[in-house]
C-alpha cells in the first residue's frame, strides 16, 4: 500500500521540521508500507498542485496532521479541498492537536474518512490493516470515522509506554539540508540546527494547555544520545532544540541527562523548554556544562493569583529566583507571558511588561500575545460552559480570527480597552528590543572604527 503524508505550507522561509509527520513514516515503513512526503512546506506549492500530483499519482491513503491554531485549520480546509477534487482520491485521514478533542467536527468539515485522536504511531497500523482488508474501524481505539453524513467516535487509546520502541523519524525523507538552517537563540551562522523530542507530555496541568495525554513520558537518555550521534554524523547538526513540553520534567531527570551528555562528550549546544520549579542553580550549572545555552521558560503571567487562577503551579517568588538563577549560570531565559487569562486586568498586564523589561537579556525579541482557549483545554469548556462561545465550530469560525487577538475575552474590559492595553504592552517591548539593538550595533561600530576590530563581518542582518 502507498501512503501519502502532507506537510501543509505554513509561509515560513525556514520551516520546523515536521516531528509528529516523520515518526508516523518512520512506523509506516517499518511496517512495510511505502511512504512518500509531500513537502509543501519547504516548496510552497499551491494547493492546487496536491490535486495535479494526487491525480498523476496513486496513493492508497492520504494523511495530514495539524495543530490547534486558526491558520493551521483554515490550511488544512484548503488542503482538504485540493484532496477531496482529485480523481485518485485516497482514504484521506486527519490527526494532531487539532482534530483529536473535536474529530467529529473536523471530520465533518474537511470530509476526511478518518481522524487519528492523539498519539498515532500504534493506532495509523492498525488503520492501515484494516484499510488493506477492507475491514470496519469500529473496534479500533483512538480513531473516530465517517460513514457518509455519520460520525462515529471509538474510545480513546492508552498511551505508548515504552516510547524507546518508536523508531526514530523517517529524517531521510525529508529535504533535512533545509531544516537544519532553523535559527535557534545563540546559534552561530555555521551551526546546522535539528529539533529532538527528548519525552511526551507533561506533568503540570495549566488550564489554557490543549495537550490530552496525561502525564510524562521520558525516553532513555542511551535513546536521546544515540539520535543526536545520528544527526550529528549523518547531517552535521551542532544544536539541538529540545521541543518536547518539557525536558525539565524533575531535577533527577534533569541531571541524569546532562550527565549523560556529558559522559557521551557529545560536545553539541542544545535548548529546551523549562519549568523555574526545577531552575536551581546547580542544576542550571550542569545544563551549562552539558551544552544547554537557551531555555524557554513558560511565565504567562507575573501575578500570584493569574498564576493561580492558570493552574500553572508557580509563584513570582519562584519566578524571580529561577530566572536569576538561570541568569547567574550564563544560560539565555525564554519569556512567555500571555494576558487576558480569567481575573486578568491593566495592572496584571504592567508587572509582566515590568518583568520582561527588568530581566531582559537581548537574546529574543518577546511580545504578550491573548490567551487563547484552544478546543481540548480547560478554558476552551470554561468558555463554552459560561456562554462566551457556542462550539468548536463558533471558535473557529467566529472566534479564533489570529493568535495576536483576542478570541474570547475572559477580563472585565471591553475588547476595545483589552486590545488598545495589549497594543501599549507590546510598544514598551518592542522600543525596548530596538533601542537595544541600536545600542549593541554602535558599540560594534566603536570597536571597529576606534579600536579597529579586525574580527568585523559587517552590518548584517539575519
Given amino acids: 500500500m502507498r501512503v501519502l503524508l502532507v506537510v501543509y505550507d505554513n509561509g515560513s522561509y525556514i520551516s520546523w521540521f515536521p516531528q509528529g509527520i516523520?515518526?508516523?513514516?518512520?512506523?509506516?515503513?517499518?511496517?512495510?508500507?511505502?511512504?512518500?512526503?509531500?513537502?509543501?512546506?519547504?516548496?510552497?506549492?499551491?494547493?492546487?498542485?496536491?490535486?495535479?500530483?494526487?491525480?498523476?499519482?496513486?496513493?492508497?491513503?492520504?494523511?495530514?496532521?495539524?495543530?490547534?491554531?486558526?491558520?493551521?485549520?483554515?490550511?488544512?480546509?484548503?488542503?482538504?479541498?485540493?484532496?477531496?477534487?482529485?480523481?485518485?482520491?485516497?482514504?484521506?485521514?486527519?490527526?494532531?492537536?487539532?482534530?483529536?478533542?473535536?474529530?467529529?467536527?473536523?471530520?465533518?468539515?474537511?470530509?476526511?474518512?478518518?481522524?487519528?485522536?492523539?498519539?498515532?504511531?500504534?493506532?495509523?497500523?492498525?488503520?492501515?490493516?484494516?484499510?488493506?482488508?477492507?475491514?470496519?474501524?469500529?473496534?479500533?481505539?483512538?480513531?473516530?470515522?465517517?460513514?457518509?453524513?455519520?460520525?462515529?467516535?471509538?474510545?480513546?487509546?492508552?498511551?505508548?509506554?515504552?516510547?524507546?520502541?518508536?523508531?526514530?523519524?523517517?529524517?531521510?525523507?525529508?529535504?533535512?539540508?533545509?531544516?537544519?538552517?532553523?535559527?535557534?537563540?545563540?546559534?552561530?551562522?555555521?551551526?546546522?540546527?535539528?529539533?529532538?523530542?527528548?519525552?511526551?507530555?507533561?506533568?503540570?496541568?495549566?488550564?489554557?494547555?490543549?495537550?490530552?495525554?496525561?502525564?510524562?513520558?521520558?525516553?532513555?537518555?542511551?535513546?536521546?544520545?544515540?539520535?543526536?550521534?545520528?544527526?550529528?554524523?549523518?547531517?552535521?547538526?551542532?544544536?539541538?532544540?529540545?521541543?518536547?513540553?518539557?525536558?525539565?520534567?524533575?531535577?533527577?531527570?534533569?541531571?541524569?541527562?546532562?550527565?549523560?551528555?556529558?559522559?557521551?562528550?557529545?560536545?553539541?549546544?542544545?535548548?529546551?523548554?523549562?519549568?523555574?520549579?526545577?531552575?536551581?542553580?546547580?542544576?542550571?550549572?550542569?545544563?551549562?556544562?552539558?551544552g544547554c545555552v537557551f531555555i524557554n521558560y513558560g511565565i504567562e503571567a507575573f501575578d500570584d493569583q493569574i498564576l493561580k487562577n492558570m493552574n500553572k503551579a508557580l509563584t513570582t517568588k519562584m519566578i524571580v529566583a529561577g530566572i536569576e538563577a538561570t541568569l547567574a549560570a550564563g544560560i539565555s531565559p525564554g519569556y512567555n507571558i500571555i494576558f487576558g487569562n480569567i481575573g486578568e486586568n491593566k495592572r496584571t498586564l504592567q508587572q509582566g511588561v515590568d518583568f520582561l523589561l527588568k530581566y531582559d537579556d537581548g537574546s529574543q525579541m518577546r511580545t504578550i500575545r491573548p490567551v487563547t482557549p484552544y478546543p481540548g483545554s480547560p478554558l476552551y469548556y470554561y468558555a463554552i460552559e459560561k456562554g462566551y462561545m457556542k462550539d468548536c465550530e463558533d471558535f473557529y469560525e467566529n472566534k479564533h480570527t489570529n493568535s495576536d487577538l483576542l478570541a474570547i475575552n475572559f477580563t472585565d474590559m471591553t475588547d476595545r480597552e483589552f486590545h488598545e492595553a495589549l497594543f501599549d504592552a507590546n510598544k514598551q517591548l518592542l522600543k525596548n528590543y530596538f533601542r537595544n539593538k541600536e545600542k549593541s550595533t554602535i558599540e560594534q561600530a566603536r570597536k571597529l572604527y576606534i579600536e579597529q576590530d579586525a574580527s568585523f563581518r559587517g552590518f548584517r542582518q539575519s
Avoid at 494523511?63 to 490550511?75: F, T
Avoid at 529535504?175 to 551562522?189: A, F, G, T
Avoid at 521541543?243 to 531527570?253: A, T, Y
Fill in 22 to 290: 516523520a515518526y508516523i513514516a518512520a512506523t509506516l515503513r517499518a511496517n512495510g508500507y511505502e511512504t512518500e512526503i509531500y513537502s509543501q512546506d519547504i516548496y510552497h506549492y499551491p494547493d492546487a498542485d496536491l490535486t495535479d500530483y494526487l491525480d498523476r499519482n496513486k496513493f492508497d491513503v492520504i494523511g495530514v496532521s495539524v495543530i490547534a491554531g486558526y491558520y493551521q485549520y483554515k490550511k488544512l480546509l484548503a488542503i482538504s479541498e485540493a484532496i477531496n477534487r482529485s480523481k485518485n482520491r485516497p482514504v484521506y485521514i486527519i490527526g494532531g492537536h487539532g482534530p483529536s478533542p473535536e474529530a467529529e467536527y473536523f471530520l465533518k468539515k474537511t470530509k476526511a474518512d478518518i481522524a487519528v485522536i492523539g498519539e498515532g504511531e500504534l493506532t495509523i497500523l492498525e488503520v492501515m490493516e484494516a484499510i488493506g482488508k477492507k475491514r470496519s474501524l469500529e473496534s479500533i481505539l483512538g480513531v473516530a470515522y465517517r460513514v457518509d453524513d455519520k460520525v462515529f467516535i471509538n474510545d480513546r487509546r492508552p498511551l505508548i509506554k515504552d516510547i524507546d520502541s518508536i523508531p526514530f523519524p523517517a529524517y531521510d525523507l525529508f529535504p533535512i539540508e533545509s531544516y537544519r538552517l532553523l535559527r535557534m537563540p545563540h546559534c552561530s551562522n555555521s551551526d546546522f540546527v535539528m529539533p529532538l523530542l527528548s519525552g511526551r507530555g507533561c506533568t503540570f496541568t495549566c488550564n489554557f494547555c490543549y495537550r490530552l495525554d496525561e502525564g510524562f513520558r521520558p525516553r532513555s537518555n542511551e535513546n536521546i544520545i544515540e539520535e543526536i550521534r545520528f544527526l550529528q554524523k549523518s547531517y552535521g547538526v551542532t544544536y539541538i532544540a529540545f521541543s518536547d513540553e518539557l525536558l525539565m520534567s524533575s531535577v533527577d531527570r534533569t541531571v541524569s541527562l546532562c550527565e549523560a551528555f556529558l559522559k557521551a562528550g557529545l560536545n553539541i549546544k542544545w535548548d529546551c523548554n523549562g519549568r523555574l520549579n526545577y531552575a536551581k542553580p546547580d542544576v542550571l550549572k550542569l545544563m551549562k556544562e552539558a
